[in-house]
């Protein structure tokens, strides 16, 4: 994933954030998803928890990485939410690529899967949230939904 277009002085002065402290929560951010995106071991992902190699499967994945680093930031308070905030706009920015390497038809459609895909996440980030706060099944609960969509699988994948 190329960053340096979101990163330029440029990028940060059109909307308006030309604080030096955003600039390098974004930066973070940015370098932190980068982090995910090039180092987790998806096919070894899938394979350990019997999940298809497609682009719901990478995008879940995903998600559940920016969900931990996410749930860490947010001790930080208003740098966490922006932590957070900006780790999400570069995952949206990396489906972005992805979906145009994959040369999706028709773009109306395309961006009715992606709002989709926005609010799944929301939903599922709160999921996450209930049950770290809560409890194990009740996190286990929100995996399964999310990952496996509800269909029967093996309770060994959700131990």
């Known amino acids: ?3 340096t277009r979101f990163l330029s002085l440029g990028s940060i002065l059109k909307y ?12 973070s951010a940015y370098i932190l998803y980068e982090g995910i995106a090039d180092t ?16 719901y499967s990478w995008f879940v994945v995903t998600e559940l990485y920016i969900w931990m680093l996410s749930v860490r930031a947010m001790a930080e308070e208003e740098e966490g939410k922006l932590l957070r905030n900006y780790l ?3 995952l949206w920015f990396d489906v972005a690529q ?3 390497k994959l040369g999706a038809g028709n773009p109306a459609v395309m961006r009715e899967q992606i709002s ?8 599922a980030l709160i999921a996450y949230d209930e049950g770290l706060q809560s409890s194990d099944v ?3 609960g929100a995996l399964w939904r999310r990952f496996y969509q ?4 093996d309770m060994q994948y959700l131990d």
Do not use: C, H, W
């Open 88 to 90: 999400v706009e570069a």
């Open 150 to 153: 509800s269909e029967t699988v």
């Open 98 to 100: 992805r979906v145009k």
């Open 40 to 55: 987790v071991n998806y096919i070894g992902f899938f394979d350990e928890f019997d999940l298809p190699d497609t682009f």
């Open 138 to 140: 009740v996190l286990a």
């Open 1 to 3: 994933m190329n960053i």
């Open 116 to 123: 989709e895909l926005s609010e799944q996440l929301q939903a």
């Open 16 to 27: 308006g954030k030309a604080s030096s402290e955003i600039l390098r929560v974004r930066a």
